[in-house]
Every structure is written in structure tokens, then in C-alpha cells.
């Protein structure tokens, strides 16, 4: 598919800006709330008893406009325009967190079930940008398969360095915890792609989102809750 024109320019950052991020998050996280629970509210396997995972149940999933890739242990959708995962989707729980953690993989690589290619790993090569976890290797350590899995081209994202290591890797280990206290979540993540990227880097021109959200459900005790965030792409 032919890729969007090239637009550096870095998106606005006014008060007007913000207040559109604000709306962002009421209306994504509770149209995601709304479409998981009421779509499935006898049976949705976010219980402490019964984990099914999400590949397995589309009732759980969010509206897509790429292509469904369901892993063994998480779903993404992934969008050839901007060679990268619109979202993706999993459960994550407390006996998986607590199991015995298998070493990091750092084997990336093309996700062999994307019909049209994934991204390479040779985009990010002297791009300035880190190849960002969408689904992190930390949530997935319980065993071999779901480590490797993380590792797969579509899960990644061009994050800048200090933006990586810094409020995102922060906030996927407040999800952790959450996690281990409430005893399950279900986790939808992505890039923020209805602005104009504000970079493309690699020959397959990967877009550089400006800003990136994370939407947490927690089903536990029948009481429904959940959280969205929506972060600009940059140091915080």
C-alpha cells in the first residue's frame, strides 16, 4: 500500500490541544468499557476463577480497521498504512505475574501472520527512535512462547528513548501492580495515529505516533472499573 506523505511537523501542543486529549480519553475508554462489558456481560472470562484470553473471544475486542492477528497469548490489529498495530489486546493476571520469569527474548523479528509484511526490524536501525513494546516483554514472562511473542515486528512501535524508558515504562509497571492487587485486567494499548505522525523512519517509512494510549477494564468482584490514558509522545 502506498504510505502517506512524509510530515515532520510535530503535532500541536496548545491548550486546545489538551482539551482535545481529555475528550479523547472519556469518549475512547468509555466506549471500550461500554462495548466490553455490555457485550459480554454473563461470561467475560475476567474473573479470578476463569482467564480466557482474549484472541479467543472477539466480544472482547475493540472496533478494528486493519488486519486481526490473534497470538497465543494477545490480539492486535494491524494498519500496512502505518506498518504497525493500531492496538493491541490481552488479559493479564496475578498467577501470571507471580509465575516463575523466563529470560527476555530480544529476538526481534517480522511477525510471520501479517498478510502484507510488518514492519523489519532494519526500520529502526540509526532512526533515533527504540523499538517500543506495545504489549511488554514484562507482561509476558510466564513462559518461552508469550516472551517471544512480544518480539514480533507488529508489537513495536517508534517511541523516543526517554519517553520508552521513561513515563511509558512507568505506567506499564503501575498496570503490573494493578494487576497483582485486583487479580486481572484487560489491557487495550496503541499508538495514537488520528494525528499526522510526526516522523517516518526505515524503507517500509514506519509512522511515529504523537501520543500513545493505554485502557485498563477490571471485571473483579462484578464490579466494573476501568481507566484510559492518552500520553503525548515525549518526555514527561
Known amino acids: 500500500m502506498a504510505k502517506i506523505k512524509k510530515n515532520h511537523r510535530r503535532a500541536n501542543t496548545s491548550a486546545a490541544m489538551v482539551a482535545r486529549i481529555l475528550f479523547l480519553i472519556l469518549i475512547f475508554g468509555g466506549y471500550l468499557i461500554y462495548r466490553t462489558f ?3 456481560t454473563s461470561s467475560t472470562g475476567l474473573t479470578n476463577k476463569v482467564h480466557t484470553p482474549i484472541a479467543q473471544n472477539e466480544k472482547m475486542l475493540p472496533s478494528s480497521k486493519g488486519e486481526l492477528i490473534s497470538h497465543a497469548y494477545y490480539t492486535l490489529s494491524y494498519l500496512e498504512e502505518f506498518e504497525q498495530a493500531e492496538w493491541v489486546a ?10 516463575k520469569h523466563v529470560p527476555r527474548a530480544d529476538n526481534f523479528r517480522m511477525d510471520p501472520l501479517v498478510s502484507s509484511k510488518s514492519a523489519m526490524r ?3 536501525k540509526r532512526s533515533g527512535y527504540s523499538r517500543g513494546h506495545l504489549v511488554p516483554a514484562g507482561d509476558m514472562a510466564f513462559n518461552e512462547k508469550a516472551m517471544s511473542e512480544t518480539f514480533f515486528m507488529s508489537n513495536m512501535s517508534p517511541q523516543k528513548i526517554n519517553f520508552n524508558g521513561g513515563i511509558w515504562r512507568e505506567l506499564e509497571e503501575q498496570v503490573r501492580d494493578w494487576a497483582k492487587k485486583y487479580g486481572s485486567l484487560y489491557v487495550v494499548s496503541g499508538p495514537f495515529l488520528n494525528d499526522k505522525p510526526i516522523d517516518y523512519i526505515g524503507k517500509n517509512d514506519v509512522a511515529v505516533p504523537s501520543a500513545y494510549f493505554k485502557v ?19 518526555k514527561s
Open 216 to 234: 485498563l477494564l477490571d471485571m473483579n468482584k462484578g464490579k466494573p472499573r476501568g481507566i484510559a490514558y492518552l500520553i503525548p509522545h515525549d
Open 122 to 124: 532494519e526500520d529502526y
Open 38 to 40: 455490555s457485550s459480554n
Open 90 to 99: 490481552y488479559e493479564l493476571t496475578k498467577d501470571q505475574l507471580f509465575s
